[in-house]
């Protein structure tokens, strides 16, 4: 029995390094921590804890010639603002290949975008080689009320 929980304990420990060392590349957190890897303590104005978005790279597939879905971060992104940028961070559990960025306001760009049934805002980052970071309007338009300069690109 002993041995049952030890074999089920390490599969599930396997299982979670490799959906963080998926997520890391998949979302594009990897290309973002090299230009904006944070270290120390975060002080911002405003932050927004558990928060859903879709992050990765809007390059075209070059197998099936179409656009790569985004990695859903459902729930576990959080995020800083302060009138110098945004603060990116995982859930604890989940920033083992995934450490916090800051992304200062002069390397973002956001845009309001429309779907079918849904309005985001989509975040690009001078430095993220074609990353973009979704938020839903409400808190993508909370985020951008933060940056000392105009950041959203369509007059809203």
């Known amino acids: 029995m002993m041995m049952k929980a030890i074999i089920l304990t390490t599969i599930n420990l396997f299982v979670l390094l490799a959906v963080l060392f998926i997520s890391h590349h998949w979302s594009g957190w990897g290309l973002m921590a090299q230009a904006y890897r944070f270290h120390g303590k975060f002080s911002g104005k405003q932050r927004w804890l558990f928060v859903s978005a879709r992050m990765g790279t809007r390059a075209d597939d070059p ?3 179409v656009q790569r879905p985004l990695f859903s971060l459902r729930s576990c992104l959080n995020i800083g603002a302060n009138e ?9 559990l989940f920033r083992l290949f995934n450490p916090p960025l800051f992304i200062p306001w002069d390397q973002i760009s956001a845009k309001l975008s429309h779907g079918f049934l849904s309005t ?4 690009r980052f001078r430095e993220g080689r074609g990353v973009c970071l979704r938020l839903n309007e409400r808190v993508g338009r909370e985020v951008v009320m933060y940056s000392p300069g105009k950041v959203l690109e369509s007059d809203l």
Not at 84 to 92: K, T
Not at 120 to 123: G, L, M, P, R, S
Request: proline share 6%.
């Open 120 to 123: 985001w805002v989509e975040f």
């Open 84 to 92: 110098n940028g945004v603060h990116l961070s995982l859930f604890p």
């Open 63 to 65: 197998l099936l010639n």
